[in-house]
């Protein structure tokens, strides 16, 4: 770990001069730039290689002015902030007109979050005196699995001209992107869940009175909810739990090396990572795991398909982006030969 003050204040004083500094929050490691600074921002976008009307949430520290960020504050808003922040809640707002282009990607919205881990609130206290924002998505190449280590981010970019530093805060405690709430068209559409995650849809509405929906056609764009997203470089599949056994039994016979990430007792495979059965535990794991079985040689990732409970959502949510370029994968594997 290197979270201590003076490592912090040098990230702080980075910032301000408009470098890019990767930071721990507690669902995955930040890619940050000034949310102020229209060319640092830009520079966040070279480094992913994301796309450019991809909107990056900005990060506040706690008690900050959400007047200085959005354009309207509906009570909602105000009421989930007192409920879940600091933590790993992301609320979309009307944007005030000064947020550059660049962070809102040109819509007319502002993704604003509070994060709870300590070094990432160290940081946002330090920077411009805890009046600045800072914008930062997960801190992974676009389309890669988000890094929840400083190894992670490392190993995604290197620590050179672009990134000046990486703040290590150990290992992120939830594993998963923030939830996503759009209270940006309240009074039309109600709340929306853009990204499920540790904070439920039930939760919200224990606070809010309103079940959040689901996105519909006019939801805005989001990276992270791009049916291919979240993906290792070796394909992914996900099996249920009773056709797994018989699924390795196929592949290892075709000669296929499989790395195994599963939750329940199953043959040997070429690799395996075992996963706390339970929706928290396996989210706080889930992309060290992924990222460790796309290092392991395997001609495949197989995935025990979590249950379907809501508690399970963002896991299962995440998983699906995985596998989504890889369907029909094991087929694939298994009939390769025989034509
Ligand atoms: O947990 C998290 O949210 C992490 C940590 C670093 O805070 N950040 C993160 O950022 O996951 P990113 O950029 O990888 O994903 C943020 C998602 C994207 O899908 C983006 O399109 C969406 O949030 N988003 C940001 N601002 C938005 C806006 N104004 N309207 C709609 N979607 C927005
Ligand atoms: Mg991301």
Redesign the pocket.
């Known amino acids: 770990m290197n979270g201590g003050i003076d490592v912090i204040d040098q990230a702080a004083r980075l910032l301000e001069q408009g470098r890019l500094v990767a930071f721990p ?1 507690e ?5 940050g730039a000034d949310a102020e600074n229209p060319a640092a921002v830009a520079a966040i976008y070279a480094a992913k290689g ?1 796309p450019q009307d ?6 506040l520290a706690p008690g900050a002015a959400l007047e200085h960020w959005a354009a309207e504050i509906p009570d909602a808003a105000r009421q989930l902030a007192a409920a879940f922040w600091p933590g ?1 809640l ?1 609320m ?1 707002l009307k ?1 005030a007109a000064h947020i550059p282009d660049a ?3 040109g ?1 007319d ?3 604003l ?1 509070c ?1 709870s881990h300590p070094v990432a609130i160290a940081l946002l206290q330090a920077f411009k005196g805890g009046q600045g924002g800072i914008a ?5 190449k676009f389309g890669n699995v ?1 890094p929840t280590t400083a190894q992670h981010v490392r190993d995604e970019f290197g620590v050179d001209d672009t990134l000046a530093l990486v703040l290590d805060g150990g290992q992120s405690q ?1 594993g ?3 939830t ?1 709430v ?1 209270l ?1 068209r309240l009074a039309t559409r109600g709340p929306v869940l ?2 499920p ?1 540790h904070i439920s849809a039930e939760a919200i509405a224990a606070v809010i009175d309103q079940l959040p929906c689901a996105p519909d056609a006019a ?8 049916e291919s997203h979240y993906a290792p470089h070796t394909p992914v599949a996900m099996q249920p739990t009773e056709i797994l056994g018989a699924t390795l039994a196929q592949l290892a016979a075709a000669g296929k090396k499989v790395a195994l990430i599963h939750y329940s007792d199953l043959p040997p495979a070429h690799a395996e990572l075992r996963l706390p059965a339970a929706p928290e535990g396996f989210a706080h794991a889930l992309y060290a795991a992924l990222r460790t079985m796309d290092g392991s040689g395997a001609d495949l990732i197989l995935v025990e398909a979590p249950p379907q409970g809501g508690a399970w959502l963002g896991v299962n949510d995440r998983l699906r982006r995985a596998a989504h370029g890889s369907v029909g994968i094991v087929h694939g594997l298994l009939n390769q030969d025989v034509a």
Request: net charge positive; aromatic share 2%; no cysteine.
């Open positions: 929050t669902t995955v490691y930040g890619l994301r991809h909107p990056v949430i900005v990060h790993p992301t979309i944007r962070v809102s990607g819509q919205t502002v993704g979050r994060p930062a998505p997960s801190a992974n988000s939830v998963i992107e923030s996503i759009d940006s853009l990204r995650g939801a805005p764009r989001a990276s992270g909810t791009l």
